[in-house]
C-alpha cells in the first residue's frame, strides 16, 4: 500500500516528549526509539500514542533491534497499540538527513504496518521553540511512497500531514527542559546494561 499522502499523522503528548527528551540526554550520539499507536479507520489516521527509547550505542544492531521489537509488541499489544513507526535523531546538530540506517529500520516496519511514520527530530525548531509560541512539531514526518521511497511529508501549517494531539504539548516540553527532566529518560540500551532501569520510563511523567 504506497502512497501516504491520505493519511494524517497525530502525536499525542506522551510520545511526543519522550522521543525529544531521549535526544536531549544524548546530545553527542544519535538516538532513535519506537513509535507505538493505532490506525483510526474513520478519520485516515495514524495516532501516535507512545514511544519507547531504544538506542544511543548499539542503533542499527539487528539483533538487538529484533529483541526490543518483540519485547516492545507484547508489552503493548494488551492495551490496543501496536508499532506504528520509529523515530530517530542525528548525531551531527545540523544534519537534517534521514540516514540509511533511519531508512532500513523504517522498512522493516513498513512490512507489518504500511502506514508507517518516521519522524526525525529537527534540532532548529527544537531551538526556536522558547523564542516562540509554536504549536508545530519538532519533528519532522517521512512516509514511504508506491516508489518504496521515504519522502519528507510537507511542513507548512496549512498542509502538513502531522499535528500534536495536545496543543499545548510544546509548553509542557519546555517545562521539562527547563527542569531537566532529560536526565531521568531510560532507553533499551540503558536496561541491557542494568535491567533494574525502567524501559517504559513508568515514572516520567510522575
Not at 537534517?96 to 507489518?112: C, P
Request: glycine share 6%; net charge negative.
Amino acid at each position: 500500500m504506497g502512497g501516504q499522502d491520505c493519511f494524517k499523522y497525530e502525536v499525542r503528548q506522551t510520545a511526543y516528549i519522550k522521543l525529544v527528551l531521549h535526544a536531549l540526554n544524548h546530545k553527542t550520539s544519535s538516538v532513535n526509539g519506537i513509535l507505538l499507536g493505532r490506525l483510526l479507520d474513520d478519520r485516515n489516521t495514524v495516532e501516535i500514542a507512545d514511544a519507547v527509547p531504544l538506542s544511543h550505542s548499539q542503533i542499527g544492531l539487528l539483533p538487538t533491534l529484533e529483541i526490543a521489537l518483540t519485547l516492545i509488541e507484547e508489552h503493548f499489544a494488551v492495551e490496543g497499540l501496536s508499532i506504528v513507526g520509529y523515530y530517530h535523531a542525528n548525531e551531527r546538530y545540523e544534519d537534517h538527513e534521514l540516514g540509511s540506517i533511519a531508512r532500513k529500520i523504517g522498512d522493516h516496519i513498513f512490512r507489518y504496518f504500511p502506514q508507517a511514520a518516521l519522524l526525525l527530530l529537527d534540532n532548529r525548531k527544537l531551538e526556536a521553540l522558547p523564542k516562540g509560541s509554536d504549536r508545530n512539531p519538532v519533528v519532522q514526518l517521512y512516509t514511504r511512497d508506491a516508489s518504496k521511497t521515504w519522502r519528507q511529508a510537507g511542513s507548512d501549517a496549512s498542509s502538513s500531514q502531522l499535528a500534536l494531539k495536545e496543543p499545548s504539548a510544546n509548553i509542557v516540553l519546555l517545562d521539562y527542559i527547563s527542569t531537566e527532566k532529560w536526565r531521568q529518560i531510560v532507553d533499551f540500551d540503558d536496561h541491557l546494561e542494568d535491567i533494574s532501569k525502567d524501559w517504559l520510563n513508568s515514572d516520567l511523567f510522575n
